[in-house]
């Protein structure tokens, strides 16, 4: 089992959390001026790394809040976890 | 090729089994090829074979960076049905299950396909329900699949534990008769033994590197670990790794690759009649011919290459098989591993040109397409040759992802077979 660090309340098992899916997408500010592609893009277009991933979590067992973290998806480790709000720690594309 | 038959194996015994040829030639890249699949696994060895054969184009060559079923099809369990709700799957997984029939002969290699029928268990009303709706679909569009009481299940699969003590009791079951399981290794050793010798050149230890392109944007050829291979055509079936190769075109596809993992047990005597699947309580279970109980886990929750997957996901399958399989609960496991298997957001696969001329993906696969290897091989192959797919996977393409006409397996596949 991971330990994954909470930014509100520290290191905690994996157990106690929900992978929330890819960080930082965005929803088109307006979906009606967006292009079938863009949108199909929003809704379905993952990026799917082998190496380093920004994703979010949620502390469900625990706070209850939403933060980010980078994970190296060939090894599962935490490279850094940040609250939402905050840009990427690797300076890496926040599509 | 040297043909099996009872003749060829008695005329071993007598001469001490000396004779027997590799089931494959073990190639070296040639400076150029007509087409070149990237992936040696069933789906891959499988379109080569269907290219040669059916098409005429044997100056190709499959090219694999380990060795060829080393991927998800060497790691699978090996659950073949076509019960899928839609009349698109329903079609494809089907078309798959009428090749499984007579692929052994066909290929002349013992694939070891034995419908032995897989067994759906329903726990509560949404599956009971869910459960029929599939029934009624499938029959409708020529499919079997039958409906079965508590008691029925029983029957078939006298160690199931029907008890109303137990924490998911079983409500009734979905029966497909000719669903069961085949022999992963022998599907790609067949296909590759079969392929080789049209001509087909299998090579392995070989790891796809880049895609060239040429002035027009169109497929030129490879990078490989093992040098620079010229072709107009790329077919790419590489699971798990599908993002991560078609990357290299700047192609990129709604998959995401999580680990999967399986576990068998020590080997016992036949205990065990048919394949049994829990979705509600993500539970799987066959006993191979071996005599090893082979159960299949959930995926994890987060997407990772790391193909071994978390514990506590193998714990909790162990936990329903226990409660659903009383007689197993002393038995000890002896292996476990992960693969990585890629999934769409539909849970159906991706059988397709690609917006690069030449480029042909067959992918999305997910936890559930090793009863499509024989199947999706065929019209991947088809589409590849004719640079058009076949009817049965037309609907299977990119756009439908853009267009909306999603293929939603989602309750039939979400869980990993
Ligand atoms: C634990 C587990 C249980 C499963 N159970 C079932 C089941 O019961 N029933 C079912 O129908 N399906 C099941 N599946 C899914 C099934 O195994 C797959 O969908 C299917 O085997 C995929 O076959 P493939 O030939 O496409 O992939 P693979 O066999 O994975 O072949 C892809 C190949 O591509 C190669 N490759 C990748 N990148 C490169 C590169 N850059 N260059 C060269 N080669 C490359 C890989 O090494 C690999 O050998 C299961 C999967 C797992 C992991
Ligand atoms: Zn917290």
Redesign the pocket.
């Known amino acids: 089992m991971l330990l994954i660090h909470c930014p509100y309340c520290g290191q905690r098992p994996e157990l106690e959390f929900r992978h929330g899916g890819q960080a930082h997408v965005a929803r088109p500010a307006d979906p009606s001026a967006t292009s079938i592609d863009e949108w199909a893009d929003y809704l379905y277009l993952r990026e799917n790394p082998k190496g380093l991933h920004a994703e979010r979590w949620r502390h469900v067992h625990g706070c209850g809040r939403f933060f980010n973290a980078l994970r190296d998806t060939t090894t599962d480790v935490f490279v850094s976890t940040y609250r939402c709000g905050e840009p990427r720690p690797d300076g890496g594309s926040a599509r | 090729m040297q043909k099996f038959s009872a003749w060829s194996l008695l005329k071993e015994a007598f001469g001490g089994q000396q004779g027997w040829q590799p089931q494959w030639r073990r190639a070296t890249p040639k400076a150029e090829y007509d087409a070149i699949i990237?992936?040696?696994?069933?789906?891959?060895l499988g379109a080569a074979y269907y290219l040669a054969a059916e098409h005429g184009l044997t100056n190709i060559a499959v090219?694999?960076?380990?060795w060829i079923?080393?991927?998800?099809?060497g790691?699978?369990?090996?659950?073949?049905r076509s019960n899928y709700l839609f009349d698109e799957s329903a079609q494809l997984y089907d078309h798959s299950v009428k090749l499984w029939e007579t692929l052994s002969q066909v290929l002349n290699y013992n694939v070891m396909f034995s419908p032995r029928g897989v067994m759906m268990l329903a726990h509560n009303v949404h599956d009971v329900q869910v459960f029929k709706r599939h029934i009624h679909a499938n029959r409708a569009s020529g499919v079997d699949n039958e409906w079965l009481t508590p008691e029925q299940a029983k029957a078939f699969c006298p160690p199931l534990n029907i008890g109303d003590n137990i924490r998911y009791p079983v409500m009734g079951a979905a029966l497909q008769r000719r669903g069961g399981t085949a022999r992963h290794d022998a599907v790609a050793w067949g296909y590759a033994r079969a392929a080789s010798a049209l001509g087909v050149d299998i090579i392995e230890n070989?790891?796809?590197t880049g895609i060239r392109r040429d002035a027009q944007g169109a497929v030129a050829g490879i990078d490989t670990t093992r040098g620079t291979i010229r072709t107009r055509k790329v077919g790419v079936?590489?699971?798990?790794?599908s993002s991560?190769?078609l990357g290299m075109a700047g192609v990129k596809l709604p998959l995401e690759s999580f680990p999967?993992?399986?576990l068998v047990s020590e080997p016992v005597k036949p205990a065990f009649p048919c394949v049994v699947m829990s979705n509600s309580i993500h539970a799987y279970i066959s006993q191979s011919d071996k005599g090893e109980l082979v159960i299949?886990a959930s995926s994890d929750a987060y997407n990772s290459y790391t193909q071994r997957g978390s514990m506590f996901i193998n714990a909790h399958t162990l936990a329903a098989i226990c409660e659903l399989f009383p007689a197993f609960r002393r038995m000890r496991m002896l292996r476990n591993w992960?693969?990585i298997?890629d999934v769409t957001p539909d849970r159906s696969p991706i059988i397709a040109k690609t917006p690069v001329k030449g480029l042909y993906v067959n992918c999305g696969?997910?936890?559930?397409?090793?009863?499509?290897?024989p199947g999706s091989a065929h019209v991947f192959a088809h589409t590849i040759a004719h640079d058009e797919p076949h009817p049965i996977n037309a609907p299977f393409t990119i756009e439908r992802f853009r267009d909306g006409r999603l293929i939603d397996e989602a309750a039939a596949a979400a869980v990993?077979?």
């Not at chain 2, 990237?38 to 891959?44: A, D, E």
């Not at chain 2, 090219?63 to 380990?66: L, M, S, Y």
């Not at chain 2, 079936?237 to 790794?241: E, T, V, W």
């Open positions: 990237v992936g040696g696994g069933g789906h891959g090219v694999e960076k380990g079923g080393g991927g998800n099809t790691r699978n369990t090996t659950i073949i070989c790891e796809v079936s590489a699971a798990g790794h991560v190769v999967l993992q399986a299949g992960g693969g298997v696969w997910g936890t559930g397409g090793f009863k499509a290897t990993a077979h």
